[in-house]
C-alpha cells in the first residue's frame, strides 16, 4: 500500500492481517475507532484474487471488533463491490456530518454502513436518564421519610420512657419506700 512504515508503528494494533498456513501474508485492512465510528482503510493484498475470500474473514472480524467497541457506524474510502454488496452505502451529506473530525480532512467518496440505530440508543439514553433521576428522586424521598420516621419514634421513645420513670417514681413514693413530706 506504500504506507509510510514510520508513521504506522504507533498504528500497529489498528491492523488485521490474513495469512496462510505457512505464515505468508495475503492480505491486510486497518480498522480505525474514534468513539462510535469505525473506519475501514488501507486494505491490500499480495494476491488480488483472494481478496474477496480474504474480505468475507475481514468482515467476519470486523463485525466482532466493532460489536466489542460498541460502534454506531462503519465508514471507509475503499471502492471494492465488496463492500457495497455488505450494505455500504454513498454517505449523504446528513450522513458526512456525523463523521468524525479527524476523517474529514480525507477527500473522496465515503460509504457506511449503519451497525446501530444512533437515533434510537440516543432516545434510549434520554429514557435511561430520566429513569436514574426519577429514581434518585424517591430514594431521597424515601430516605427522608425514614429520618422522620426515625425522629418520631426516638421522641415518641423518649417521651414514653419519661412517663414510665414518672410513675416508678410516683409508686416508689406512694409506697412509702421514700419519705413523703
Known amino acids: 500500500m506504500r504506507l509510510p512504515a514510520d508513521g504506522l508503528e504507533k498504528r500497529l494494533t489498528e491492523f488485521q492481517v490474513i495469512e496462510t498456513a505457512d505464515g505468508q501474508i495475503v492480505g491486510a485492512i486497518g480498522v480505525q475507532i474514534i468513539r462510535q465510528?469505525?473506519?475501514?482503510?488501507s486494505e491490500g493484498y499480495t494476491d488480488f484474487a483472494v481478496a474477496d475470500a480474504a474480505r468475507q474473514l475481514f468482515?467476519?472480524?470486523i463485525q466482532t471488533i466493532t460489536a466489542h467497541h460498541g460502534v454506531f457506524r462503519l465508514w471507509t474510502q475503499e471502492n471494492?463491490?465488496?463492500w457495497v454488496r455488505w450494505g455500504f452505502q454513498p454517505a449523504t451529506i446528513d450522513l458526512l456530518e456525523r463523521l468524525p473530525a479527524e476523517w474529514k480532512r480525507s477527500e473522496g467518496k465515503w460509504l457506511t454502513l449503519q451497525l446501530k440505530n444512533e437515533e434510537a440508543i440516543a432516545a434510549l439514553d434520554k429514557e435511561l436518564e430520566a429513569f436514574r433521576e426519577s429514581e434518585k428522586k424517591r430514594t431521597e424521598e424515601t430516605l427522608e421519610q425514614a429520618r422522620t420516621m426515625t425522629t418520631t419514634i426516638t421522641i415518641i421513645a423518649f417521651v414514653v420512657g419519661i412517663v414510665l420513670i414518672g410513675i416508678a417514681f410516683y409508686l416508689f413514693m406512694r409506697r412509702?419506700?421514700?419519705?413523703?413530706?
Not at 37 to 41: F, N
Not at 176 to 181: A, E, I, K, S, V
Open 59 to 61: 468482515w467476519e472480524r
Open 176 to 181: 412509702g419506700f421514700l419519705p413523703m413530706r
Open 80 to 82: 471494492s463491490p465488496f
Open 37 to 41: 465510528h469505525a473506519l475501514l482503510h
